[in-house]
């Protein structure tokens, strides 16, 4: 049983190993598609023929032999009565001799000389011997013989027996032959060999011409899917290449049938996908060219702005109290002007593709201790607890220390201003090949979708609540665009009632690729299967 088992086990795998290139063919392929699901189709429709026309073929041979048998047997019984008819006591001595001489003049020489093997039996008088020119008993069987002699009917049977020279099948018919002492017994035996070689001859014949066919069809399948598949295959080429930028890639046309008109059209998709294209480059280049220079243009009015905003502050306590309040706003919404300007101009030189990394081997335990106690103002006025959760060993990794610091900058303040008044939990790690910090928070977290428009510039959770906490929308818009000149991953996770957390992983070593997180997305402390479903969401962001 075992080792039936670990055959078993062998033939699988092997079976596996063949199967695998197939299917990852049959995959990828609609040419070989086309190709096997049509031969697999004629191969069972020509196989159905084939039997359906030998067996047609057999039966019909043999049929016609039981006729041309039936009649022959029909003339030797009436011959044979009419021999055997003047004789009344079946212990007469010519009766033997007269049996004998029948059987031998029926036969005409036998099978080797176009005739037949016949024979004569006298299965009700024990004596009298069977007479017969060939030793055919083994051909009679009893059940033919207890038909034909006691039942009193013609009989026919197909037997099969080997004579020495292999096996051969006979057709064996019985008749009763009525004589004046009595009742014998005439067998008619015909060898079909002729007719065995003539339907093996039609079975081969079918056969092959079955097997040409198949291979016709297939053959005709592979060049008319070809003619069909190959423009397609153009087309998906084409396809990619303009997909990866190259928007003058167009079809050759030829012809005027539907393929021609297929690639007619993809051509002129193609055109006014490359127009429109053009176009939305140059509306992309006009805005971020709109955006740096009135960014640039508006720094100048800022300043003079700033200078007489910051005299004024500074003389607020001899204003009157309402006077003083105005200062006060005035000095709020100019610094929430700057940090917008500030933002843009950041925005457009990510746009522009000037922004460069300036890696360093860094150790993150200070930088994000540090963005932690820059925030600890902020967190005090909002009443949230920060948690800091950093390993005691130094973590060194190639990065730009300014932009990690920003990007955490506005983690840790976003889930501040989100978390409800609840602790926020920030967590440092790191393994051989990457770094990791995640910034858990268990405010109102995120609905579902959301999730992936948290990085999308000027979008806000809460438009309204947004306005009045002032933020710009741009921060983690600025954040996205610094993991991926890092060649990180920025990711976010977020259920409602269930809080929210981001997690940023950066390459140990600037360049590399990277493969996995040090740190869990979704955190230990998500509740699974929860009245509010959990969604999870990551913004995969490559160099």
Do not use: C
């Not at 049983?1 to 699988?12: P, Q, V």
């Not at 004596?127 to 030793?135: G, I, R, V």
């Not at 030829?254 to 002129?268: M, V, Y």
């Not at 702005?305 to 004024?312: F, K, Q």
């Amino acid at each position: 049983m075992a080792a039936a088992h670990e055959l078993w086990r062998r033939a699988a795998r092997r079976g596996a190993v063949v199967a695998g290139p197939l299917h990852h063919t049959w995959r990828r392929s609609l040419h070989f598609r086309v190709v096997a699901i049509t031969l697999v189709t004629s191969s069972l429709l020509v196989s159905s023929f084939a039997y359906l026309v030998a067996t047609q073929s057999t039966n019909i041979l043999l049929e016609r032999t039981k006729n041309a048998a039936a009649k022959q047997l029909q003339v030797d019984t009436d011959y044979a009565a009419e021999q055997l008819g003047g004789y009344s006591q079946e212990f007469d001595q010519q009766v033997q001799t007269s049996m004998r001489n029948i059987a031998s003049y029926l036969s005409r020489g036998g099978p080797d000389q176009g005739g037949a093997i016949v024979v004569l039996t006298a299965s009700r008088f024990v004596n009298l011997d069977t007479a017969q020119t060939f030793d055919a008993t083994p051909l009679i069987s009893e059940d033919l013989a207890r038909s034909v002699g006691g039942e009193r009917r013609v009989s026919s049977q197909i037997r099969t027996h080997d004579f020495g020279a292999g096996p051969t099948k006979y057709l064996v018919t019985g008749s009763p032959v009525p004589t004046g002492f009595g009742q014998v017994e005439l067998y008619y035996i015909v060898p079909l060999k002729t007719e065995d070689q003539t339907a093996g001859q039609i079975r081969t014949m079918v056969l092959l011409t079955g097997a040409a066919l198949v291979i016709l069809l297939g053959v005709l399948s592979a060049l008319v899917t070809r003619l069909v598949v190959r423009p397609v295959r153009v087309a998906a080429r084409t396809a990619q290449r303009l997909s990866a930028g190259l928007l003058d890639q167009r079809m050759a046309v030829h012809g005027e049938d539907d393929l021609a008109l297929l690639a007619a059209s993809f051509n002129q998709m193609a055109t006014n996908l490359q127009r429109q294209i053009v176009r939305l480059e140059e509306m992309s280049r006009l805005q971020r060219r709109f955006t740096s220079d009135v960014s640039h243009e508006l720094r100048t009015p800022l300043t003079t702005v700033r200078m007489a905003a910051d005299l004024i502050f500074a003389e607020r306590d001899e204003f009157d109290p309402a006077v003083a309040r105005a200062a006060e706003l005035l000095q709020a919404e100019l610094d929430r002007f700057e940090g917008l300007l500030t933002d843009l101009l950041e925005i457009s030189r990510f746009d522009a593709g000037f922004a460069m990394l300036d890696a360093e081997p860094t150790d993150l335990v200070p930088v994000v201790r540090r963005v932690v106690e820059r925030l600890d103002g902020v967190s005090a006025r909002a009443g949230v607890p920060v948690e800091l959760k950093v390993p005691e060993n130094a973590v060194i990794a190639e990065v730009d220390p300014r932009r990690v610091e920003r990007i955490l900058r506005n983690l840790v303040g976003n889930a501040v201003e989100h978390s409800e008044g609840r602790p926020v939990s920030v967590a440092l790690g790191a393994d051989e090949s990457a770094v990791a910090v995640t910034v858990r928070d268990h405010g109102i977290g995120l609905r579902p979708g959301e999730e992936k428009l948290v990085f999308n510039r000027f979008w806000r959770a809460d438009p309204s609540r947004a306005r009045q906490t002032g933020g710009t929308g741009l921060g983690l818009s600025i954040s996205l665009e610094d993991a991926r000149l890092h060649g990180g991953w920025l990711e976010a996770w977020g259920a409602p009632g269930q809080g929210a957390q981001f997690r940023l992983t950066l390459p140990v070593r600037a360049g590399d690729r990277l493969t996995s997180s040090p740190l869990r997305l979704v955190p230990a402390d998500a509740v699974p299967g929860h009245a509010v479903e959990t969604h999870s969401a990551s913004l995969e962001v490559t160099a």
